[in-house]
């Protein structure tokens, strides 16, 4: 297309694309050429007084050269036409480079000369404008979002915070995201919590993709996590434990189809493992370095695993000869959670002891065959001790409780909630012997009174802790002992107490950054 601006009766209209605008002053022509070719158009005109923007046909070699009477009737026709037609080119894309003289607001396209009286006609320039359907270099250019202007260690901090499967979206977004999403430092843990993903074959791909600079073995991986992800099998397992030999943490809480045998074939592999939590999994029943669980331990079988940390709660299978053979192969814990492993009896508790003497948190929380007994294995840790839940057993009384605070003089917090048997004579043991005491449950339990809330006030002054739920023997008096004596209390539990407004009320100006949990609607 090739437009040009001038006075005349105009010209016809072109058909098809072309590239060059032809602006200048002088008689109104039309030019031949398209796109390159229109440096070869010929001018021609005629005197005219109105001034129209003309498409030239200039597919055609054929002489342009009209005489007066087609010249008219081709103008006429176009008139026509520039009336008919929606595609009018638009004033924006003639561009005047001339010294075209603008007088009250419109442009004047002749000039006469003064000498000979002839009309002088401006040679038109030709201005390149893209084809149609294509935007100029200018809009091409992409703008910047405000993201794309962070730096790069920024992004990677960002995507540090992204659970595993986001991350792997974020690949998607474009080639810098795709490579900054692979950088090493983001693949140090692998994080699944979505119940509908293949957890199995999600390994395979994220673990082939990691050893491509280090075939065979991902080394910068040292965390998985895999959150209720019922489709993770023995499959998933074997994948982690053939590619991950820097592994330290392993969570695989509710995944119930992994068994005992991918477990030893991963703990085998990974002798760098420290954390372990296999909640929920209900077909662990031991954790082993031998394919045979029920071995017989001797020297032979002496190999031990670095495991510090184990949870094993909900594990209903196991019993008190597959704790002996965790315990045997995991002397280093130092925290075991065996919550409602109903199981367990007190000779478990004792083959514990045995070979796990650093045991600083231990929970057999719903464990209602541990009795005194076991309390006093328990003890033998001694100082090491600092964390204990006995929650709910019901076997356990006073007896057991003066044997933790006999020899557990370090204990920070117990939890003996539902202990029917604990009495304001256990209260007061515990607290003439474990000073140091920051958290106390005892909810639950009936026999405790007043006269226990007062000895434990008078000597644990930095409880800071302190839940008695469902304590019907104690009342405010024995409430205003404790505030009055233990001003770093931030937390008190009376729920379902028959405390007084007026109790409430003390508790409160003295602890003021205590926190009440109760059910008395009077106070707010």
């Known amino acids: ?100 003289s603008v007088q009250n607001g419109q442009t004047s396209s002749t000039s006469s000369s003064s000498v000979t009286g002839e009309a002088t006609t401006k040679v038109p320039t030709l201005v390149p404008i893209p084809p149609c359907g294509i ?50 430092r983001l693949w140090r843990t692998i994080r699944l919590t979505d119940e509908t993903v293949n957890v199995d074959k999600a390994l395979r791909v994220l673990t ?51 068994s005992n045998e991918a477990l030893y074939d991963l703990v085998s592999r990974c002798p760098n493992l420290e954390q372990l939590d296999v909640s929920g999994c209900s077909k662990i029943t031991c954790i082993s370095l031998t394919k045979e669980a029920c071995v017989k331990l001797s020297p032979l079988h002496g190999k031990q695993t670095s495991i510090r940390y184990l949870n094993m709660t909900d594990c209903f299978l196991l019993e008190d000869q597959g704790l002996h053979t965790i315990a045997a192969h995991c002397t280093q814990l130092t925290h075991l959670y065996l919550r409602r492993c109903i199981r367990v009896t007190d000779e478990g508790l004792h083959f514990l002891m045995l070979y796990c003497t650093s045991i600083k948190e231990l929970s057999v929380s719903d464990c209602r065959a541990v009795t005194d007994f076991g309390m006093r294995e328990v003890a033998k840790l001694e100082a090491h001790l600092k964390y204990l839940s006995i929650a709910h057993c019901v076997r356990i009384t006073d007896v057991g409780v003066r044997y933790i605070a006999k020899y557990c003089s370090k204990l920070r917090y117990l939890n003996a909630r539902g202990c029917d048997g604990l009495t304001d004579h256990g209260i007061e043991y515990l607290a003439k012997n474990c000073t140091k005491l920051k958290s106390l449950d005892i909810g639950k339990c009936l026999l405790v009174s007043d006269a226990g809330m007062e000895v434990l006030a008078l000597n644990c002054y930095n409880l800071k802790r302190l839940s008695l739920r469902s304590c019907e023997s104690i009342t405010g008096r024995g409430l205003k002992i404790v505030a009055a004596n233990c001003f770093e209390l931030q937390a008190l539990n009376v729920q379902d107490c028959d405390i007084s407004v007026e109790a409430l009320q003390f508790v409160k100006r003295h602890c003021k950054r205590c926190i009440i949990e109760h059910t008395n609607p009077a106070f707010f």
């Open 135 to 184: 935007r100029p270099a200018s809009r091409l250019r992409r703008e910047q979002s405000p993201i794309d202007r962070l730096p790069d260690h920024t992004l990677i901090e960002m995507f540090s915070h992204l659970p595993t499967n986001q991350l792997c979206r974020c690949t998607r977004v474009c080639r810098r995201w795709y490579s900054l999403c692979w950088d090493p």
């Open 1 to 100: 297309v090739v437009e040009c601006e001038g006075r005349g009766p105009g010209g016809r209209r072109a058909a098809g694309a072309g590239v060059w605008v032809w602006a200048g002053t002088g008689a109104a022509g039309a030019g031949r050429g398209g796109g390159m070719g229109a440096s070869s158009g010929k001018e021609c005109g005629s005197d005219g007084k109105g001034s129209s923007s003309i498409s030239s046909d200039i597919s055609s070699s054929t002489d342009h050269t009209l005489t007066k009477a087609a010249r008219n009737a081709a103008a006429s026709e176009d008139s026509d036409l520039s009336m008919r037609t929606l595609n009018t080119p638009s004033p924006a894309l003639i561009h005047s480079v001339t010294s075209a």
């Open 208 to 258: 082939r993709r990691l050893c491509q600079d280090t075939p065979n073995v991902c080394l910068m991986l040292e965390n998985v996590m895999i959150l209720s992800c019922r489709r993770l099998s023995d499959r998933g397992l074997y994948t982690i434990a053939q590619c991950c030999p820097e592994l330290r943490q392993l969570e695989v809480p509710g995944c119930y189809n992994i």
